[in-house]
């Protein structure tokens, strides 16, 4: 979004006023309130505002008095009324005289959030209507998502054709070549970019948690269920859905998933009501799902309704000719965060990198250039700062932090990141080696 | 009193070493000490009857008023419902580049919405609502990037997609902000 969008919020109780205020400040908005018709009217005079929020009942002229002059004088104007006490009549008049939406106070957060959202892609997209539908779309807001490489540039371009559709994508890939950076660069230069992009990583949930996840589930649904719960899906209403590790999923929820992606609907658990969403569909895979259809195991209905798309990920070991430009960039990302002042990398300590196969692609890359930034002398990272070798020689490390740091995590390395096992080995409790993990943020490389 | 860092201040029992996980993850992003204190204020008075929650508008003034003294920023920990006036309710609040700001953990359990207590995910959410708090007192405002601690959440299961650190466009904010 190039253009701040402007909100004027019009109510006479100054509470109202101030709480708006902060929550649209918060998000990023230019805002500006009023406390009566009269006064706001001065201002849209001299003033363009995108979105005015207006209560109805006010002393002196009332809000759908306003609203109709509001409308007259700038027609675009989205205005969206306000009521304590809501009132059929009230609400009917409100929206024939050119409301763009009526609410009742006190809002649920999350529909206010909706709502102005809402709001926002149809101001954008009359925007970009109105600028000779040209339509730039930049990959710059997406972080770390950088590659020079032929196959890279081609992944991209197959993003940026892709984005503008509404089409199911899959994403598939070896394991960390960063499936869910491309489904978010997906996303985020849609027409849905305004909306969420709600992440599901379904390999980690039971049948029963995935579907009470994807679905939501009515109060009372079972024992302890005293608050209905929206799902994914609810979630994803305007904007993208993506499921990770799609083909970890039962045929149970295979079937579940189809008739969902062919009604955009769907009922939560232990409810009765149908609930309709509007959303786009990414997955990402590792497995080779072509395959597990011809040996049964993944229904090829669901198959083809996702597979509209297909965009393949190279492994890293296939553009090294990155690797120099992506090690650069974790520098850079990993000194900025850790308060540093940039290092460089010795160039034979970067040809080993581009030996290297990186059977955990570009999070392995990743982590390495992270952890070679912790444990290196802070200038220049050499060859033995990387855990390219099986045994890493730990020098001229700084301080007693860095020297406990660099043995904690080689040791949870030795023991495959096996808690209790660590533990054992460097002779603490759980609770403790938990505790400098946390403290010394130790992520696996894989 | 603590002339430097942060404050979280505590108003009902929380457990020792759950408040010194999150000071701890703070601490880290922040890049400055925090200290911890026992705060008592009469939750009484700023309880509605009728919505049957307390008023963080008139909380975050008087966390401001009572403990903002002698620290760089004031972080006001509660066990109740919170609303405002406009909103049916609020995980925390902030003062946009103020002192201080407030959050409960009333609304971040998974029980309240019927689901099994994950060991860690309760530490998760409060210590990513305290952050995301705090990053508005240093003046951050919401971030698009999902993964980042400051994109807004709405519902619980938002605070989850997000993680407890800020992006590297809002720390460079931060730093400028500083
Ligand atoms: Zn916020
Ligand atoms: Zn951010």
């Known amino acids: ?446 | 009193m603590n002339e430097q860092g942060i404050s979280i201040i505590s108003f009902g029992y929380f457990e020792h070493d759950f408040l010194g996980k999150i000071a701890d993850s703070v601490s880290l992003e922040f890049m400055m000490p925090v200290h911890i204190r026992e705060g008592h204020l009469d939750l009484s008075e700023y309880y509605d009857a009728a919505r049957r929650q307390y008023n963080g508008n008139l909380l975050l003034r008087e966390v401001d008023a009572q403990y903002s003294a002698g620290s760089i920023k004031t972080f006001g920990l509660f066990y109740v419902d919170l609303f405002i006036p406009i909103l049916t309710y609020i995980f925390g609040q902030a003062f946009l580049g103020g002192h201080t700001a407030i959050a409960s953990i009333y609304r971040l359990s998974n029980e309240r919405y019927g689901l099994k207590e994950a060991d860690d995910s309760l530490l998760e959410r409060l210590t990513k609502e305290v952050v995301h708090e705090l990053g508005h007192t240093f003046g951050l405002i919401h971030c698009h990037v999902p993964a980042c601690v400051m994109a807004s959440s709405t519902y619980v299961e938002d605070i989850d997609q997000k993680s407890a650190k800020l992006c590297v466009k809002c720390r460079l904010q931060l730093s400028k902000n500083m």
């Open chain 1, 1 to 446: 979004m190039a253009k701040k969008i402007s909100i004027l919020i019009v109510d006479d109780e100054r509470s109202v006023r101030d709480s708006l205020y902060n929550w649209f400040i918060e998000d990023g908005y230019r805002v500006e309130c009023a406390e009566n018709a009269k006064e706001a009217l001065h201002m849209v005079e001299s003033d363009s505002f995108d979105i005015i929020l207006a209560d109805i009942k006010m002393p002196g002229m009332d809000g759908l008095e306003m609203l109709r002059r509001i409308k007259s004088h700038r027609k675009e104007s989205i205005v969206i009324v306000m009521t304590a006490f809501a009132t059929v009549d009230t609400a009917v008049q409100a929206l024939k005289d050119g409301a763009y939406d009526y609410v009742t106070k006190p809002f649920d957060p999350d529909d206010l959030s909706h709502l102005i959202r809402n709001a926002s892609k149809q101001i954008s997209l009359s925007e970009e209507n109105e600028a000779l539908k040209e339509r730039v779309v930049s990959l710059e807001n997406i972080e770390d998502l950088i590659g020079k490489s032929a196959a890279m540039q081609s992944v991209l371009k197959e993003v940026e054709s892709v984005a503008q559709s509404n089409s199911s994508v899959i994403i598939t890939g070896e394991s960390g070549t960063g499936k869910e950076l491309i489904a978010r660069a997906i996303h985020s230069n849609s027409p849905r970019r305004f909306f969420p992009l709600v992440s599901v990583h379904c390999g980690a949930l039971t049948e029963s948690l995935l579907e009470s996840e994807l679905f939501g589930h009515e109060k009372g649904a079972f024992t302890g269920a005293m608050y209905n719960r929206k799902g994914r899906f609810e979630m994803a209403d305007g904007g993208t859905i993506f499921l990770d590790e799609i083909a970890t999923i039962s045929s149970k929820m295979q079937v579940e998933l189809l008739r969902v992606l062919e009604s955009k609907s769907f009922i939560r658990v232990g409810g009765n009501k149908e609930i309709t969403s509007d959303f786009r569909v990414i997955c990402a895979t590792n497995r080779d799902l072509k395959n597990m259809v011809t040996n049964g195991t993944f229904r090829e209905d669901l198959y083809y309704r996702l597979n509209v798309v297909n965009i393949q990920i190279p492994p890293l070991r296939d553009r090294v000719e990155d690797i120099p430009l992506l090690v650069d960039y974790f520098i850079r990302k990993y000194c900025t965060s850790m308060n540093k002042l940039p290092v460089t990398i010795e160039p034979s300590a970067l040809k080993r990198l581009q030996e290297f196969d990186f059977p955990g692609n570009i999070r392995e890359l990743e982590n390495m250039v992270e952890r070679a930034i912790v444990v290196g002398n802070g200038k220049k990272i050499t060859l033995k700062d990387l855990p390219l070798q099986k045994s890493m020689i730990v020098s001229t490390l700084e301080s007693l932090d860095d020297v406990e740091k660099s043995h904690i995590l080689q040791t949870l390395i030795n023991h495959e990141w096996n808690i209790s096992q660590t533990a054992r080995a460097l002779k603490v409790d759980r609770v403790t080696l938990y505790n400098k993990i946390r403290k010394y943020n130790l992520k696996p490389l894989e």
